[in-house]
């Protein structure tokens, strides 16, 4: 039985990569900060809180890390963990640069100083491209990070490339555009969108407050991206890959296809605030995932409306259990 290590198994794509791992007869280890005040929501939501096994442990303290690897000798290592936000990143620069950066490192210093024959998928990121100059963005693609976010991933995506030519670790890097799901935290734009929708629907006379509406982005859906992690790790050679839709669509467009789904006019509902515009923002990106479609042999066929439905039916099913407890 391959064992698995997932950093930040406790969120969106640790979840579902628990899962997905699970279903394919791995043992599947996560990493948590504090085991007594995770968030285990997400792990539960999907059903595999009791298959996996969570250890405690700092991805900011090396001696600590190389420790705990030492003893589990994974096969595969996934680092997920991250602050993950690009808004929040601009509240908190200095903790996402450090941590992203350092946990990264971190995890491969520990690998190649203990000779680890473990694979590594690092979970880079759309953002490192920011001001984009030719669309659609492909592996090759110029970085220009345009948030400390942005800039921190740049950095693990390079650390990871690194290790790899530098001391011929299996390193993977997944560069994977914005992938959605019921399971994304409240603070991100398209959780915020539909569940504020759902709660319309359903009798709240909230108003939704959205910044900048006129970003374009490529959206997919997070279970189906998780599985390109997982292949990374089974190629010959380790590589980068981008893993994304080659469609953009506007926020605006968001909005409005998840308030048509539950026939709602999103416009009524909405305040614009100019207050939540960011410092510096992306205005359009969209990437082509042909290597991935060639290589891996990975399949996404979802239509954007098809993905806000889903969002949509997910969020109305979530809502339904909470209200009935
Ligand atoms: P989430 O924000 O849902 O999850 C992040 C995970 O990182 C959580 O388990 C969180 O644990 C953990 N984490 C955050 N800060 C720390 C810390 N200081 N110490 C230890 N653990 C920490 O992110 P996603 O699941 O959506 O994304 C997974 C990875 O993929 C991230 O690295 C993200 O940057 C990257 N990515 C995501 C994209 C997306 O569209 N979802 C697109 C491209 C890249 P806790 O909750 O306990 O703090």
Redesign the pocket.
Known sequence: MKKALI????????AYLSRFLLDKGYQVHGL??DYDR??LANLKQVGVLDSVSLVSGD?MDLAQLKGLLEELRPDEMYH??????VAQSFQTPVDTVT?NIQ?TQHLLESIRTLALPARFYQ?????MYGRVKTLPVVEESVFHPVSPYAIS?AAGHWLAVNYREAYGLFCCCGI?????SVL??PNYVTKKIVSAAVRISRGSREKLTLGNVEIRRDWGY?PEYVKTMWLMLQQDEPDEYVIATSEAHSLRSFAAAAFSCLELDWEEHTIIDRTLLRPSDIDLIYGNPAKARNRLGWEYDMTFDQLVRRLVEEEMAHQEEIQSG
């Open positions: 950093t930040g198994i406790t969120g969106q794509d640790g948590v900060t995770s968030q991805l997920l963990a991250a602050q993950s936000s941590f946990s979970a880079s990121s759309s953002e991933k994977l555009f914005n992938h959605e994304r935290p997070a």
